[in-house]
């Protein structure tokens, strides 16, 4: 009974250290911009990705539920915070939908099997980060009124970043796939 009650705890501790880290790596994400035309990027959308393949949809979503609440809660973790003001005013500006989108992203990606080709992960990725864009582009729409190019504003500038994005994840998707085994996370 020891033995059982002491692998359940290693397996909890462990779920919560990878989540901690996980959200560490998304805040990191958000405050690096990379040069990129025709506006910078960040590495969100990617770690959101990263972590769902990595660490499986329900400790993905869990990480990123977790990041979510820091945000919520006035710790300056996403994209532009402290300078553009933090916690939940900051959550329900412009790129709430974004933020909510992750959710439905890291769970997908994190709920696919990723063994039967290139074109098929690429579809998988593509079907998961489309969440983040429309949910985002729901919620900036309702927000600064679908008179205005929404499209325009919300999407298309990260668009090629995106597919950057992706690709880069196609080629290190069976490093994932190994470190996964290797964690035994899931």
């Known amino acids: 009974m020891e033995a059982i009650k002491k692998v359940e705890f290693n397996k909890v501790a462990k779920v919560i250290l990878f989540a901690i ?93 990723y063994e039967k080709g290139f074109v098929n992960t690429f579809l998988k990725l593509l079907f998961s980060v489309s969440f983040i864009y429309i949910l985002g582009l729901i919620w900036l729409g309702t927000l600064i009124g679908w008179d205005k190019p929404v499209f325009k504003f919300g999407a298309q500038p990260f668009l090629l970043a995106e597919l950057f994005k992706i690709l880069l994840l196609l080629f290190l998707i069976p490093a994932l796939l190994k470190v996964k085994k290797i964690i035994k996370i899931t």
């Open 21 to 113: 880290l996980g959200t560490l790596l998304l805040t990191v994400s958000a405050k690096i911009k990379i040069p990129f035309y025709p506006v910078p990027m960040t590495m969100q959308t990617f770690v959101v990705l990263f972590l769902g393949i990595l660490l499986g949809s329900k400790i993905g979503l869990l990480t990123v539920s977790l990041y979510l609440f820091e945000g919520i809660f006035g710790l300056p973790v996403f994209a532009g915070t402290p300078e553009k003001g933090i916690g939940f005013i900051y959550f329900t500006g412009p790129t709430m939908g974004y933020l909510i989108g992750f959710l439905f992203a890291v769970y997908f990606s994190g709920s696919f099997k």
